[in-house]
């Protein structure tokens, strides 16, 4: 059994995650999180708020999992957002064109569906279960449809991400941040992607958890007032050029925007943020980079994107995280679709003045020519700018019309005026976080093993900040003088907001493994010199050592060592090794 099947069964086995609808036969593409995987991630969760909405200042908002379709026309969804579909002549099967080919071209996705089948006939690929003639490539659109209300009056798409809430409350947003840049908002919810063959777990679902901030900037100024709390932070960088050598480099942040590996500080000091956000819930930094787009499968809407990728056993690279640079193109795009003006009036330091040209219809004659429609006449010459202008005849446009005037009826006019500001469309930096992905990141990098007596034990190495259980106790044995202090030191335990276990069953050895191979960084035990000396004995995790600790003193303890305010040797009376039989 590899590591990866190691995982996927404690994780069964110990209640982190489940296939959904097993009592119904299941369906590829959902999981349930049980009684361990629901507080893991939830902790995920509550560290990604303490990066992203409280030491950052971002709001969060809730918006409806479900959305009305011209939300999904303004985004391109339901025009663009689908994957290239394959299936056997003979048996059926549907398959995904373009990962048909991954060990052929290393970006099929950037190829159309006329290149990937033509790929495939070249060479010989047929249908990967029965070895069938494939067809022809076609498009799936991934979106869930669904119709709003009774009579089917209206149609809804389920989200396939959480992005579109925040921009199309984007004028709520800037009234909220006082009509100043920048400001952002972060959303953590379900998203869903009606995927064609999710088979790797949680790494591909149908249903997922997304984090996002959409972070609004002014685009004439990308540097950032907290660049330097990450610019002498390391991280590998796999770049465009250094994808070329096939050797991600290691450098400073502010090495990175010096040397135009990352375009500005903004997107630099978020892509930082990250880094530091995953190495928080327990990602190893040997198993993880950022890889920058190639030129051909940027998002059309993206400057530059970086995504976190991590190594998985068996699954190699996987994306954890992207970070975009999205320009100003999901703003303009629904400002276009709704005809509401989301832009930004950006006030100058120092108000400047400028000429103006201004155009001055002659009202009199226009008046008696165009009756009803003179003044919308007026107002469109008024508009134009001088190139149109120029000439014996001038056009304008009027209700679909174009109305031709003489020259002779419009007179021009250069001003000084006094400019205090302009609007600009902001720009949006964009962190999107696959939570699920993420999660099992953190079981998969957490998991390891040793040898005890010569058995092999499994731990998960959590973070005592994402450990779904952050205290054992375990009474020696199930007897009344050991239970009571024992349910004592629970009580106390959980009253400041620990997460605390209690168990008895079967020896002290079998508790301490099932604790370890569920991540508990803790355990206390109650004994028999609990009784004699007021003393009970504290083991961790990982090195299994023991020290004694007086029974007043356990909660302070506990608190410093999951806080890491105290190394465990100090703590107390050094025991030795903990007894496993």
């Not at 992607?193 to 100024?221: K, M």
């Not at 006030?347 to 201004?358: A, G, M, S, T």
């Not at 001003?415 to 953190?442: A, K, N, W």
Request: glycine share 8%; charged share 30%.
């Amino acid at each position: 059994m590899d590591k990866n099947e190691k995982v996927n069964e404690l994780a069964r086995r110990r209640g982190f995650l489940w296939p959904a609808f097993e009592l119904y036969g299941g369906a590829a593409g959902f999981y349930d999180y049980g009684p361990l995987g629901a507080p893991l991630k939830r902790r995920i969760e509550d560290i990604w708020r303490q990066f992203f909405v409280i030491s950052e200042g971002f709001a969060e908002i809730e918006a409806p999992t479900i959305g009305v379709e011209g939300i999904f026309q303004a985004s391109g969804h339901l025009s663009g957002f689908s994957d290239p579909l394959t299936g056997c002549k003979e048996c059926k099967e549907i398959y995904r064109a373009d990962h048909l080919i991954k060990h052929i071209v290393e970006v099929p996705d950037a190829l159309s569906n006329e290149e990937i089948y033509k790929c495939i006939q070249e060479n010989e690929i047929g249908c990967p279960e029965c070895g069938g003639e494939l067809s022809e490539v076609y498009e799936f659109n991934l979106m869930f449809k669904t119709m709003i209300g009774p009579g089917n009056k209206m149609a809804g798409y389920l989200r396939p991400e959480t992005a579109q809430g925040m921009f199309i409350n984007f004028p709520r947003l800037l009234r909220h941040f006082r009509d100043s840049l920048p400001f952002a908002a972060v959303q953590i919810g379900k998203s869903f992607r009606n995927e064609i063959s999710p088979r790797q777990g949680v790494i591909r679902l149908r249903e997922f958890t997304q984090a996002e901030a959409e972070i609004f900037i002014d685009p004439r100024d990308k540097t950032h007032p907290r660049f330097d709390e990450v610019k002498d932070i390391k991280m590998k960088f796999y770049s465009q050029a250094a994808q070329e050598r096939g050797e991600p480099e290691e450098m400073t942040f502010g090495e990175a925007v010096g040397r135009g590996v990352i375009a500005h500080q903004t997107l630099a000091y978020y892509i930082a943020r990250t880094y530091q956000f995953l190495l928080a819930v327990g990602v190893a930094p040997d198993k993880m980079r950022f890889r920058q787009h190639k030129s051909d499968e940027m998002a059309h809407y993206a400057a530059d994107c970086w995504d976190a990728e991590v190594f998985l056993d068996r699954l190699g690279w996987i994306e954890i995280v992207g970070v975009a640079d999205r320009t100003d193109y999901d703003l303009k795009a629904h400002t276009a679709q709704s005809k509401v003006n989301l832009s930004v009036f950006v006030n100058f330091d120092e108000p400047i003045k400028r000429q103006k040209l201004v155009v001055k219809p002659d009202f009199k004659a226009l008046g008696p020519r165009f009756k009803g429609k003179a003044k919308a006449v007026g107002e469109a010459l008024k508009a134009l700018g001088p190139e149109e202008l120029k000439g014996d005849k001038i056009r304008v446009m009027v209700d679909g019309e174009t109305i031709e005037i003489e020259s002779s009826l419009v007179s021009c006019e250069s001003v000084e005026e006094e400019v205090r500001g302009e609007e600009i469309v902001p720009h949006v930096i964009e962190p999107s976080f696959g939570i699920d992905r993420i999660l099992y990141t953190v079981l998969d990098h957490s998991y390891y093993e040793d040898a005890v007596d010569g058995e092999t034990r499994a731990v998960l190495r959590f973070h005592p900040a994402v450990a779904p259980i952050e205290v054992a106790v375990l009474p020696l044995m199930d007897r009344e003088e050991l239970v009571f202090p024992a349910k004592k030191i629970q009580e106390e335990l959980r009253g400041l907001g620990l997460r605390v276990d209690y168990d008895t069953s079967g020896s002290i050895g079998r508790r301490y493994r099932r604790n370890d191979e569920i991540g508990t960084p803790y355990e206390v035990t109650v004994d028999y010199e609990t009784l004699e000396q007021g003393t009970v004995t504290i083991r961790d995790r990982d090195s299994m050592l023991q020290i004694r600790v007086p029974l007043g003193q356990v909660a302070d303890k506990l608190q410093a060592l999951l806080c890491k305010a105290l190394k465990f040797e100090e703590a107390g009376t050094m025991v030795g090794p903990a007894k496993e039989e």
